[in-house]
């Protein structure tokens, strides 16, 4: 008896060291699902502040449900880096044979090939700016990542010109991003590295179970786009631009709003634009200039609303009789237009307000 269960035992021991050889490590693997909807655009938030040394930031990004059949999304975080030295390349979506595929993202000395992919806050499509290692300390870029430098004091400031505004979520296909890996890039997914840790992996989970983070319901605008530290969607929780803050657990929800509260899907959704602050140079003739842009470009974004909107009730005047499936991917795709229609047109604003700024708090004497 004791013989048969000692046999038992070993090869038990056996199957599970044969198995834990024969699982691909998800750091370097690509999640073999393919998806036929192409993942959601990145939505616009800020970054929850540093909660202590050592924390490193993790962007967001769009993960797919095969349960719910659905997006949702995984909010951004900071973590504590698992090893001196170490840096996170993050997971990107990527077309091919017919589908989309995800890269898992992982842990390494060098941060990897991430799709192009503007993430921000140093993930700007390729390597990473927002700080370095050096002497076993992680040093912050505080031009870059949101550190309370009267608690954190390793850090520097190098300012960052990010000339990518573009918020596609993936790589290859129609729509997508056609950015490449370097000959270095590839070798850091071949270096040594290891997968999320196990805070990362909690997360992954707490967002996967949240109703309201799935695309169905914030349409994009997750109320919960970003937190202060991973699994914890509570506490220093940021919403992404054009979703109202988290709900308290047990709040009702207000009648007719969806989960999550970010209802933008077609142009005529966007809310009504507050009129950019009026010019006050000193020199009316400056002012009347800058107004003059200032109307110019509030004309030409309604204009290219309606247009989206014309373009998109015609699509749902030739596809109403389609099945359900194919609508719910023509809504996506609309509301994937809209979101970057919203996000193009707030950078052209912000843009022209800091074009204008320079000259109105440096007059020339």
Known sequence: MRTNALVR????????????????????????????????????????ICPGDGYLWTPGYWAWDPDAGDYYWVPGTWVLAPEVGFLWTPGWWGWRDGGFFFTAGYWGPVVGFYGGIN??????????????????????????????????????????????????SYNGGRGGLTARPTPEEEAAARDRHIGPVAAQTQHIEEARNNPDLRFKANHGSPAIAATARP?????????????????????????????????????????????????????????????????????????????????????????????????????????????QLQQRQTQQRQQMEQHQAPRASNPKH
């Open 231 to 339: 699994g914890d969607f509570k506490t220093g929780v940021i919403a992404s631009h054009g979703a109202p803050p988290a709900r308290n657990e047990g709040e009702a929800r207000p009648e007719g709003r969806p989960a999550g509260g970010g209802n933008v899907v077609h142009p005529k959704d966007i809310p009504p634009a507050e009129h950019m602050k009026a010019p006050n140079t000193g020199n009316a003739k400056t002012d009347q200039k800058y107004q003059q842009q200032q109307q110019k470009l509030e004309q030409q974004q309604e204009k290219e609303r309606q247009q989206l909107q014309t373009k998109q009730d015609a699509e749902h005047a030739r596809t109403q009789n389609q099945p359900a499936a194919k609508q719910q991917q023509i809504e996506q795709r609309h509301s994937q237009q809209t979101q």
């Open 119 to 168: 993430y921000g806050f140093g993930y700007f499509g390729t390597g990473f700016v927002g700080g370095r290692w050096d002497g076993g300390h992680f040093f912050y870029n505080r031009a870059v990542l949101n550190v309370n430098v009267n608690v954190i004091h390793n850090v520097y400031e190098t300012r960052i010109t990010n000339i990518n505004d573009v918020h596609v």
């Open 9 to 48: 035992s070993l090869s038990l021991g056996l199957l599970l060291a044969f198995c834990s050889l024969a699982i691909p490590k998800p750091a370097a693997a690509q999640i073999a699902v393919a998806v036929t909807i192409a993942p959601p655009v990145i939505p616009v938030y800020e970054q929850p």
